[in-house]
C-alpha cells in the first residue's frame, strides 16, 4: 500500500473518530405523537419497488402524519400517485443542492427518520443528522456510520431473511406488520396510469391470435441492468422457439420487451424466432405502467432486475433468471414462483435452455395448481 493511500485511510478514520465523538447522542426509542416522519430510500428502482409494502404500513398506521420521503430521481416514480407520502424531496449528487435540500428539511422539524438503506451511507447518514437534530434518527446496518443516529436497530444477517422481511424488522417500534402480511397489489396507481396500461395490452392482444379468455400472454423481460445479469440473445431464442413449440395450449402468446432505451434488442429477438405468436411490447418510460401491465399478464419471465419484485408487488407469477447463491434475500413474495439459478455465481452466460424450461414448465404447473411458491 501506497504512502497516499495510507495517508487517505489515516484520515478518512481520524474524521470517523472526530464524528463520533462530537455527534453521538444517548440512544432514544420513538414515541408518539409523531406529527412529522421522513422516509429516506435513495437507491435503485427495485429497491424501491421493495420498499413500497412498508411505505404503504406507514400509511395505514399513521394516516394523521405527515409523511414524507426522500429519493434519488430514479426511484421517486413509483410513489407517485401512491397515496403514501404527502411529499416527495429529490436528492441529486451535488453539494450545493444538498445543502439547500437539508436546509428545507430541517425547517419541517420531523419527529422520525426512518433511513431504510440497509448499507452503509456517510452521505444520508449526514443528511439525516443535520435535517433532524432533535428527531429520532432511526436505521439499521449503519455501524460504520452509526454515530449519525440514536436509535439503530440490530438486524440478523443479511443472508438469513428476505429484504422485506429486514424492511418491516428495521420498523418494528413503529410498525406491527410483517412479510406474511404483504398482498399485491402493493402499489394502487392512479386511473390514468391503470388505463395506460391496459392500453398497451390490449395493442398486444391485437397483434396475438389469442383465443383464451382471459388470454393467457407470457412476457418475456429482457433488460437485466447489469452485464452479469444479461441472458444470451441466443439463449432467449432457443428458450422462445422451443417453448412456443412445447406450451401452444397453455400459453396463447409471447411479448417481449425490454429497456426503452433499447428496443432493438426486442425487435431482434422477435425476429430470430418469427412466429406469430411472438409480439413486441411497445417501449414505455413510465415504470408505473409497466408494474399495472404485469398484472394483465399469465406468466413473467425476466433476470434477477427490478421486473422481479415488479412481478410480485402486482400478483403476476414469475420465473427469475438468477445469479448467486441466495436467493433468500431476493427471490419473489406471495406469488407462484421458479429461480433458475446459475451454477456460475458472477454471470448468467452458460445458464441452460432446457434448465429453464424445465423451471418454466413446473411454474405452469404451480399456477394451474393454485400454489404459490418455489
Known amino acids: 500500500m501506497g504512502f497516499v493511500k495510507r495517508l487517505e485511510i489515516g484520515f478518512k478514520n481520524t474524521s470517523a473518530a472526530l464524528l463520533r465523538s462530537l455527534l453521538s447522542q444517548p440512544p432514544r426509542t420513538p414515541a408518539p405523537p409523531y406529527r412529522r416522519i421522513l422516509i ?17 404500513e406507514f400509511r395505514r398506521a399513521f394516516a394523521d402524519t405527515r409523511l414524507d420521503a426522500l429519493c434519488s430521481p430514479q426511484n ?14 429529490l ?36 443528511i439525516a443528522r443535520l435535517a433532524g437534530p432533535g428527531a429520532v434518527r432511526l436505521a439499521g446496518d449503519q ?29 418494528a417500534d413503529l410498525l406491527s406488520a410483517d412479510i406474511s402480511r404483504v398482498q399485491a397489489p402493493w402499489a394502487d396507481y392512479p386511473a390514468e396510469i391503470k388505463n395506460q396500461a391496459k392500453s398497451l395490452f390490449e395493442r398486444v392482444l391485437a397483434s396475438l391470435p389469442v383465443k383464451s379468455n382471459p388470454p393467457r400472454v407470457a412476457a418475456i423481460n429482457l433488460s437485466a441492468g447489469l452485464p452479469r445479469r444479461e441472458w444470451p440473445p441466443e439463449k432467449y431464442a432457443r428458450f422462445l422457439r422451443q417453448a412456443v413449440e412445447k406450451f401452444p395450449g397453455r400459453i396463447d402468446g409471447w411479448a417481449i ?46 433476470p434477477d432486475t427490478s421486473i ?46 432446457e434448465r429453464a424450461l424445465d423451471k418454466f414448465e413446473t411454474l405452469l404447473a404451480a399456477i394451474q395448481a393454485g400454489t404459490s411458491t418455489d
Open 40 to 56: 429516506l430510500r435513495y437507491d435503485v428502482l427495485g429497491d424501491m419497488v421493495l420498499s413500497l409494502p412498508v411505505f404503504r
Open 76 to 89: 421517486a416514480i413509483l410513489l407517485r400517485g401512491s397515496g403514501y407520502v404527502d411529499r416527495i424531496y
Open 91 to 126: 436528492h441529486y449528487k451535488n453539494p450545493l443542492r444538498t445543502l439547500k435540500l437539508v436546509r428545507e428539511l430541517r425547517r419541517n422539524r420531523y419527529d422520525v427518520i426512518v433511513n431504510l438503506v440497509t448499507r452503509p451511507s456517510f452521505t444520508f447518514g449526514l
Open 143 to 171: 455501524e460504520r456510520f452509526g454515530y449519525f443516529y440514536n436509535r439503530l436497530i440490530e438486524l440478523p444477517p443479511k443472508r438469513e431473511i428476505h429484504m422485506l422481511q429486514r424492511l418491516f424488522l428495521l420498523n
Open 257 to 302: 420487451f425490454t429497456n426503452p432505451r433499447r428496443p432493438e434488442a426486442a425487435e431482434q429477438l422477435a425476429g430470430a424466432v418469427a412466429s406469430e405468436r411472438v409480439t413486441v411490447i411497445p417501449p414505455h418510460s413510465d415504470f408505473r405502467v409497466i408494474m399495472e401491465f404485469l398484472r394483465h399478464v399469465h406468466v413473467l419471465i425476466t
Open 308 to 353: 422481479a419484485h415488479a412481478a410480485s408487488a402486482m400478483g403476476a407469477p414469475v420465473l427469475v433468471l438468477m445469479i448467486g447463491e441466495n436467493i433468500t434475500v431476493w427471490n419473489p413474495v406471495g406469488v407462484p414462483h421458479q429461480i433458475v439459478l446459475s451454477e456460475d455465481p458472477f454471470s448468467l452466460r452458460d445458464l441452460p435452455v
